[in-house]
Every structure is written in structure tokens, then in C-alpha cells.
């Protein structure tokens, strides 16, 4: 997609979501950016709104990526999100169509249109098999394919879902990216995830409820990297 951001292979999504407050935010923040520094890997940072332009402002290797946006132009508006606010906070991409704030066909096709205009990255949030495909169809950059009944429990799908949706996603593009992370809490998950098919994986509650962030982060990017310099990768 012209004018988007490009990820390197594996990478990882640290999304905060509405866990932390801005001070502990920037704090995960720098913590990752140093560790993806350490790694090389590439990491997709979320936050909310109102934190974007610290953690933009103190950090250089994130991608830093907004939980959701608006289809709106400059305007009227009020109490929506305009993507270029965004793109001035510093946010390259966009999380659309999560599970905690689904959107209609109709208004998610309309706001990838939007970010594909302000330059933004799309990671586009898809359930079932079904699902995934037809969200493929609109051209997102990267797709979050999960189950939402897994999301934040800690588990796994224990079945065929990672492979049947990956493969889904990449029938209709190749060149979409695709996490899979629900229940991801180990760097023995993202292994499983990357041998199955996945470019990327990451979480949420298996980073953020954490005794200790770093721990949990250099479990996850080790494993991340061992994936990508292993002769068989």
C-alpha cells in the first residue's frame, strides 16, 4: 500500500488497550522500544488517543498505531476521531474492526479508505474464517484473525482455527500480513503461531497484567527472533 509503514517479519503487537494510564503507557513503551532495539524486531505499539503524542514523541522504532478512528473528513464532528488528528499525534497506523469496537462493513470500508488517504497503515480485526476472507477482500495491510471467545483468557485455540484463517487471508492476498494472538501469553505460543502460518503475534492481558513487563516481553521477543534466524525460516 503507497505510503504506508512496512513491518519486517515476524514482528510483534504490544496493545495496551484501555489497561494503563499515560505515565504507564510511555513506561511500556520505552521498555519495548528498547528491547525491540535489542532484538531487531519490528513492534507494533497501540495506545489511546490522548497518549499517542508522548509515547510518538519518545520513542522511534514502534509503530505507533491508533485503537480506532473515524471515517470523517476535516469538519464537523464532534466527538469523533479525524484521521489526520491521528496522523499529526504521530500514530502511522490504525486498529479497525476489534472485537471491543466492531464496525459495519459499510463503515469499515469507508475508514480504510480514510487511512489509506492520510498515509495510515490498516490492521484490520476479523473473527471467523468466513470472516477473515471477506475482510481480505478490502486490502488491509495487516489482519488480526482471532476468535473472540479466546481473547484475553490465556488460551490458545486448540483446533485448526490458525491455519484455517491465516490460509483464508492469504488466498485472497498474500501480501496481507496476519497476527494471530488470542490467548498468546508465552514465547512458546508465538512459536506455535509462526510455525503455523503467522507473520506476527503479540497481546494484551499477557503483557499488561504481567508481574514484571520485561520478563513477559523478552520471552516473547527471543522467541521471535529465533523463529527468523533459524536455517529453516
Known sequence: MP?????RTPFLIVNPKAYLGGA???QLALLTEELAAHYDIDVIFTAQHAYLVEVAKHTTR???TAQHMDAITPGRGMGHTLPE???EAGAKAVVLNHAEFPLTLAQLDATMRRAEEVGMATIVCADTERQCRAVAQLGPTVMICEPTASIGTGTMDAGD???RTTRAVKEVDPSILVIQAAGVTTGADITRVL???ADGSGGTSGIVAAPDWRVVLVDMLSALA?????PTH
Open 85 to 87: 488528528a491521528l496522523v
Open 3 to 7: 505510503g504506508t509503514p512496512t513491518l
Open 195 to 197: 510455525r503455523l502460518g
Open 226 to 230: 529465533a523463529f527468523r534466524d533459524a
Open 62 to 64: 514502534l509503530l505507533i
Open 161 to 163: 482455527y490458525i491455519e
Open 24 to 26: 504507564e503507557t510511555l
